[in-house]
């Protein structure tokens, strides 16, 4: 097995300027064939140009970016049979009906599964003859999503593919993506919804302005945070407060609420234990706690609380 | 500020569903996008017939010269089918028949600006997002009309001014500029039915613009047999027939006008009625659905790019063979132009650098057609970067097509199109004056030649467009400026007599005058292998840029 089998996405460094923003600066992904891979950022932290340029539709200006074993930029058309890309924003000609974008751009790619494509037509409830105009946002994006679901490639890059979806299509959607990994294709999905990532996503990459900061499986990435503690003691709980691992403590009489880091979860409990539990409920963190952690010094103070 | 205040202050006290409400905003908006190209056009042609008005009285000066005109040209069938009939021999009069096509130029601008504004408005969702806000749902429309009337009017108003400074008669002015506000109005409420009846934009102007062809032809049909003619009576049946009854610098017939305002009137509360009736983004018509399945040929980037060049193709066709057949059925006119003016023949001749009329007329206007094929390849050569900027370039260049095989695709097009326009408009304009003068045998390669004689100078034009796109993507839009530096140098160098090296610039200045002079290939071969470098370097460069993603 060569190297970019098991990675099919491998970038480092990555840097990419635009006049006076510094859009990406110093990126690092690395995607694994056969995963879902979820790539998490808020608006304007660099998602869609890493993809851009891992599409060979900007060049990076500066580390490095390997997509299937070659250079995005300079094997793009070679590469573009082996994937298929759904644009955040799916744009389509407004005199070319949706039935004819799909196989249109299924053919540009070089392969179209026919079954696949009227199966997913009526999965999606696409009504194939409208023209480009006549779409909405959420079907426009229905468009982009079965030309690139039928398509015959071993990769998917989503970017943003679900906005404008309703949450019968997402379910849908999600569906159709584990069904793409089951026959071992694998798929970068851009997103900014967190249940959607948690649902589909084996591992993920979390940017912030351009930079890489957290990257990993999603049940590890949830020992590098909190979790919440909600219990009633037989004691007073004395001592608590002085654990480095306890946050944000609460206490109200024999009732303690508090946030721990995951990882010294244990010597928090045998704290617990000693004084005497009643009741004890504790909650892992979810992707959302994870996700505002890493924002949290960019949103206004209420909801950091 | 005060009118959309008061709208929306009257809306509170009466029906929340006042179905004006806001229309004074909307007129702002309106105002504010279109605050260059409104003053621009109506200004550019305001001073058209002042501009007729003195070069009419410069050619001729005497009242002998001017009857001469009228009993000739003024009076030549193919002048009465363009321009309309003459109403007298003062030089308003002849200024006023010369100005005879800005009518069907002003009804069709005014048809564009209000579907722009409200059909293209909805089908681009801009529309559903103001109307959630408190807006009436005959507000777009209102507000598309009252811009585009009132631009009619301050044109009319301009004319009249402008003709009225050239000393005509005031009464003759006046008509004229009503004459023009009367087609900017008809066919303002033409284009607000219109936009009522189809969900796309596209076919609100198709629809506008044959109602506006099938007035012109009517009202040439009228005219072109001349006075008394037994067609005559058909004009009364075009809006733009009745512009020619109204009579300006004759005996002037004002209350024609009243037709045309009726006429605005009852299109204008059809297109109320109509617009009140319907969804938003709805059209009356039902929308045509497309295929199922992509077609066979629709499978790479040259089949995309024939689905996107065909139908702006067939139009620039139809147009390229009307040019034709009007240029080669008013040369024997030219002829009589010329005959009557000896100043006219000189300037002809430096034009042309002809000693044969004929020839010096064929080589202008093979000249002129020239400038329209390169308007043409410009515009094709922008669709690649409409295309680019509006996204759809991005999900096609996402899979195996590379970007010069895309670019070929499209420059396919913005260069045989032309070619092909080119052989159009030559064969039209050699077949038509060859079975006037009975000689088409030797005419239809004659003029067909001259005219692709043009294509390395039109060629050259699209490759700085190419250039540009892909060396200086942001200022694409720059090829406009040059287009416009080219013709106008083309167009007025000679009679300017403006420095050699300045004419040298425009690259129709180095194509051969043809028909009636020698045939040299070395200046063919250099504009067209100047071309291949700068399209080359163009193509080049953007295989080498970032696509513009916004």
């Keep these: ?305 | 500020m005060s009118a959309g205040k008061g709208a929306g202050r009257r809306a509170d006290r009466a029906a929340p569903g006042h179905a004006l409400v806001g229309t004074g905003a909307l007129i702002r908006l309106i105002l504010r996008r279109d605050r260059f190209i409104l003053p621009i056009w109506v200004l550019l042609i305001a001073v058209m017939p002042a501009t007729f008005v003195s070069s009419f009285r410069e050619l001729y000066p005497t009242d002998a010269d001017r009857l001469r005109w009228a009993a000739t040209s003024g009076t030549n069938p193919t002048f009465l089918a363009l321009y309309g009939p003459l109403h007298g021999t003062d030089v308003g009069a002849l200024a006023a028949q010369r100005a005879g096509f800005l009518p069907v130029i002003v009804g069709l601008i005014c048809a564009f600006t209000v579907i722009r504004h409200t059909r293209a408005e909805e089908e681009a969702g801009r529309r559903e997002l103001l109307g959630a806000t408190v807006l009436g749902r005959g507000a777009p429309l209102a507000a598309a009309l009252a811009v585009a009337m009132a631009a009619s009017l301050a044109l009319g108003a301009l004319t009249a001014a402008g003709m009225i400074a050239q000393d005509v008669s005031v009464a003759g002015a006046v008509a004229f500029g009503l004459q023009l506000a009367m087609a900017g109005c008809v066919f303002a409420a033409v284009a607000g039915v219109a936009a009522q009846l189809t969900e796309g934009s596209r076919a609100a102007r198709g629809i506008a613009t044959a109602v506006l062809g099938a007035a012109f032809v009517v009202r040439m049909a009228a005219d072109v047999g001349g006075q008394g003619n037994g067609l005559q009576w058909l004009s009364w049946l075009s809006p733009l027939g009745w512009g020619t009854r109204l009579a300006p610098f004759g005996d002037e017939r004002w209350w024609v006008l009243l037709l045309g305002a009726a006429l605005t009137a009852v299109l204008v509360a059809a297109a109320g009625t109509l617009s009140g009736r319907r969804d938003v983004a709805a059209g009356i018509l039902p929308p045509t659905l497309g295929a199922a399945e992509a077609p066979a040929y629709l499978s790479g980037p040259v089949g995309l790019a024939w689905r996107l060049h065909s139908r702006p193709l067939y139009g620039w066709l139809a147009g390229f063979a009307a040019l034709g057949v009007v240029y080669g059925g008013v040369a024997d006119g030219a002829d009589d132009l010329v005959k009557d003016n000896p100043d006219l023949e000189e300037i002809m001749a430096r034009l042309g650098g002809q000693t044969s009329i004929l020839d010096a007329y064929f080589a202008s206007s093979m000249t002129i057609v020239g400038l329209i094929a390169a308007g043409y390849a410009v515009s094709a050569a922008l669709r690649m970067r409409a295309e680019e900027t509006s996204l759809h370039a991005e999900p096609v260049l996402a899979t195996a097509v590379g970007r010069v095989r895309w670019s070929c695709a499209h420059l396919l097009f913005a260069l045989l199109g032309p070619a092909l326009g080119l052989a159009v408009a030559g064969a039209a304009t050699g077949l038509t004056h060859g079975l006037i003068s009975g000689d088409a045998g030797d005419w239809l390669p004659r003029i067909t030649g001259a005219a692709m004689a043009q294509l390395p100078a039109v060629w050259l034009v699209t490759a700085v467009a190419v250039a540009l796109f892909g060396l200086a993507p942001r200022l694409t839009g720059a090829i406009w400026g040059v287009f416009g530096a080219v013709a106008l140098i083309t167009l007025f160098g000679p009679a300017l007599r403006l420095n050699q090296w300045v004419q040298d610039v425009s690259p129709f200045t180095h194509i051969p005058k043809l028909p009636g002079n020698e045939v040299s290939a070395a200046p063919l071969v250099w504009l067209a292998a100047i071309a291949a470098v700068a399209a080359a370097a163009g193509l080049g460069g953007f295989r080498r840029r970032d696509l513009s993603l916004g």
Excluded at chain 1, 60 to 72: S, Y
């Design chain 1, 1 to 305: 097995m060569t190297q970019h089998d098991t990675f099919p996405i491998e970038v480092s460094g990555l840097v990419k300027t635009f006049g006076r923003t510094r859009a990406l600066d110093g990126l690092d992904l690395t995607v694994r064939a056969g995963e879902v891979h979820g790539f998490l950022g808020p608006n304007g932290s660099g998602k869609s140009t890493t993809i851009r340029i891992l599409l060979g539709l900007l060049r990076a200006d500066g580390g490095t970016a390997r997509l299937l074993g070659g250079d995005p930029w300079k094997d793009a058309t070679r590469l573009h049979r082996r994937l298929a890309y759904v644009p955040g924003d799916v744009t389509l000609w407004p005199n070319l009906s949706g039935g004819e974008i799909i196989d249109l751009l299924g053919r540009l790619r070089g392969g179209l599964d026919r079954r696949r494509r009227d199966e997913l037509l009526e999965r999606f409830e696409l009504d194939p003859k409208k023209k480009g105009r006549a779409y909405s946002k959420g079907n426009r994006q229905k468009v982009g999503l079965v030309a690139a679901l039928a398509s015959n490639v071993e990769m998917l890059i989503l970017d943003e593919p679900t906005s404008g979806l309703d949450p019968l299509m997402e379910e849908v959607f999600q569906q159709c993506i584990r069904e793409e990994r089951d026959r071992g294709r694998t798929v970068l999905l851009s997103s900014h919804i967190l249940s959607e990532v948690e649902a589909l996503c084996d591992r993920v990459t979390i940017i912030r302005k351009g930079r890489t900061v957290e990257t990993g499986a999603l049940a590890d990435l949830r020992h590098l945070t909190r979790t919440s503690i909600d219990a009633e003691l037989a004691a007073a709980p004395d001592g608590l407060s002085d654990l480095p691992a306890v946050h944000d403590l609460r206490v109200d009489g024999h009732r303690v609420r508090c946030e721990v880091d995951t990882a010294d979860l244990d010597e928090v409990l045998r704290l617990l234990t000693s004084l005497g539990v009643r009741s004890l409920t504790s909650r892992p963190p979810t992707l959302e706690e994870l996700f505002l952690r890493h924002y949290q010094d960019e949103m206004p103070q209420a909801v950091t609380r």
